[in-house]
């Protein structure tokens, strides 16, 4: 019981609101820095893939956590300092669609 | 009257062909990553002359020049190799060898272009004419038989290549002075290892540890004593700063008797004495350092940083041991390379589509360049370094 309303009130809660600059920001940020590991153009590097291939089966929730916490034992930093919980909500839906390219 | 045809057709191509004699001593290339391209530049007169594109996805990309200066062989983040001609301004030849790859070097003799790669985990050996494969050899480990990522791929007197396996933990050196047979010794480094240079007289690899605080020290005199740890514990148990970039090593470490070399996760450079290994300061720096390059006399370091402190630049004094200047160059600072004798810096802004060139005497902005997005810069003083 508690668990569904607590999926009832995840479901209504709004989605990550990020703004249209922000967004190219956050674009520009993910592709360039994530990019120094990951590769810009998302197939990996030091870090592992981040294509929807490679991210399909992986919860949007705990790849946000991911990228604010970072992961202990290996090269992947936590962001908190520079990202917000819903500017990572919005990168690891983004990464699991299709990451878009910067516009330049 | 065949001849004559063919002496028609030598004539033409000779025609079109026709190049204005000239060095390429005081040439360059800028990575221009996201258009895939790269500008050929001059430091004499700082000036773009032209520019090749068509190379793929240039992030992370690395030159290495033949020995004569006068060919680029860029590697590519996708698994390219291009063969680039300085002086004709386009692609001499141009290979997948890969499917991701993070650099290359080229051997004492000029002969083999050996490029490093993550997938598939290994390094493989080309022929520096023709690119066509001479050896590939896999950086296979444990007893499942997995591959390695490599790091740190350094050419070595003797035909030889040094690097370090950043799953595996470990130093390798493969002599290729018979490529058909290639034989690699192996060493235990240390927690993932994530870069290596080899010192400029080509005794010494080090391999940065990322997973343990420490480097990696090999003398390669004497690789039967095999490698030790320098600078251990210098984060003395203190918890790490995130690193948003890893740092970058190369024999541009090594000033006079001292090696300058970014911390991991603090800001800080370390120094070290090159005769003892022993640490002799650290120097904080503004922010997590990713490349620590001296100025060719040994007598300024040239620091930049991982984002969010990619918009500054730190010059060490060697004499003072001390931070003398901070300057603000441009947004995104992703490299700087020195002219063959240290008049000049140039620092590539990826963030303003700028290079600027400094002065290195008096910090001042002596010219700017419009570039995309750059990043690495190479100029072809390279070709005649053990290490480059």
């Not at chain 2, 120097?283 to 100025?295: D, E, M, N, S």
Request: proline share 5%; aromatic share 8%; charged share 20%.
């Amino acid at each position: 019981m508690r668990g569904s309303s607590l999926l009832t009130l995840l479901m209504l809660m709004p989605a990550p609101v990020v703004h249209a600059d922000d967004r190219a920001a956050l674009v520009r940020l993910v592709r360039q820095d994530c990019g120094s590991c990951h590769g810009m153009t998302l197939k990996g590097g030091l870090g592992t893939p981040l294509t929807p291939q490679a991210l399909r089966e992986k919860p949007v929730e705990s790849m946000a956590a991911t990228i604010l916490y970072g992961r202990a034992g290996t090269p992947m930093p936590a962001w908190k300092s520079m990202l917000s919980e819903a500017d990572a909500e919005w990168i690891a839906g983004r990464l699991q669609e299709g990451f878009p390219e910067e516009s330049r | 009257m065949l001849t004559r045809l063919i002496g028609f057709i030598l004539l033409l191509l000779s025609g079109c062909a026709q190049l204005p004699l000239r060095g390429t001593g005081d040439l360059g290339l800028v990575i221009e990553r996201a258009a895939g391209r790269v500008a050929i530049v001059e430091s004499s007169s700082n000036r773009i002359l032209g520019r090749v594109d068509g190379l793929g996805d240039l992030s992370h990309a690395s030159v290495v020049f033949s020995r004569d200066g006068r060919y680029a062989y860029v590697f590519g983040r996708d698994g390219g190799l291009s063969k680039i001609d300085l002086l004709r301004q386009r692609i001499e030849r141009r290979i997948m060898q890969a499917g991701n790859s993070i650099g290359g070097a080229i051997s004492q003799d000029g002969r083999l272009i050996v490029a490093q790669n993550y997938e598939p985990g290994g390094i493989k050996a080309f022929d520096a004419e023709t690119l066509e494969l001479v050896a590939d050899v896999p950086a296979t480990w444990g007893s499942a038989g997995q591959r390695s990522k490599v790091v740190g791929l350094a050419d070595l007197p003797g035909q030889r290549f040094a690097y370090a396996l950043f799953d595996a933990g470990e130093i390798r050196i493969t002599d290729l002075s018979n490529p058909q047979q290639p034989t690699t010794q192996i060493f235990a480094a240390g927690r993932q290892p994530y870069d290596g240079l080899v010192t400029p007289d080509g005794r010494y690899y080090l391999a940065g540890l990322f997973g343990e605080d420490g480097v990696a020290l090999l003398d390669l005199w004497q690789t039967e004593q095999g490698s030790r740890k320098i600078l251990a514990d210098y984060g003395r148990g203190s918890e790490r700063l995130p690193v948003f970039k890893m740092p970058h090593l190369r024999g541009w470490a090594v000033a006079g008797r001292n090696a300058y070399l970014p911390a991991v996760g603090r800001h800080e450079v370390l120094v070290v004495d090159t005769a003892t290994w022993q640490e002799v300061a650290r120097i904080p720096v503004k922010g997590q350092p990713v490349f620590v390059i001296a100025r060719p006399d040994g007598r300024q370091v040239w620091v930049n940083f991982a984002v969010p402190d990619n918009g500054w630049v730190q010059v060490i004094d060697t004499l003072s041991s001390r931070v003398a200047t901070t300057l603000q160059p441009g947004k995104a600072v992703l490299h700087m390379e020195f002219t063959p004798r240290g008049e000049a810096v140039w620092l590539s802004a990826r963030d303003d589509n700028k290079v600027s060139v400094f002065d290195t005497r008096n910090l001042s902005r002596t010219a700017t360049l419009d570039a995309e997005a750059p990043s690495g810069i190479f100029f072809t003083a390279r070709a005649a370094r053990i290490g480059f």
